[in-house]
């Protein structure tokens, strides 16, 4: 399985950006994902996922200002982002498989892609 990242960039604070990721290869298993990030010197974060059921969970710092979504006929994940603020930069990676009902992160990670929101 590969993911695909894309939408990363620049924008200026107060800002939107949505990152997008695609499955491709053998994603009949694939049904959950989500979205990390890590920024410089800071341990990687769960900034949203969504399961099995449709059930989402957010970082507490992007609540009210991100949103997931995902189409699971496409195997894709994507994170629309308001009102960005500076620290929100980060490589943000995707991460998606199968929900085994054991947490919030899944078998396959994407490339990381670069959302860096100036002041």
């Known amino acids: 399985v590969q993911l695909q990242a894309s939408g990363g960039g620049l924008v200026q604070a107060g800002g939107s950006l949505a990152l997008s990721c695609a499955a491709s290869?053998?994603?009949?298993?694939?049904?959950?994902g989500g979205w990390y990030r890590q920024a410089p010197g800071k341990r990687r974060e769960l900034v949203a996922a969504v399961n099995l059921n449709g059930n989402t969970k957010y970082a507490d710092s992007v609540k009210g200002r991100f949103t997931i979504s995902r189409d699971n006929a496409k195997k894709t994940v994507h994170l629309q982002m308001n009102s960005l603020k500076p620290e929100d930069t980060a490589v943000y990676y995707c991460?998606?498989?199968?929900?085994?009902?054991?947490?919030?992160?899944?078998?396959?990670w994407g490339q990381g892609t670069l959302v860096t929101v100036s002041s």
């Open positions: 991460n998606q498989g199968p929900d085994y009902g054991m947490g919030w992160e899944y078998d396959y």
């Open positions: 290869g053998n994603t009949y298993s694939i049904n959950a």
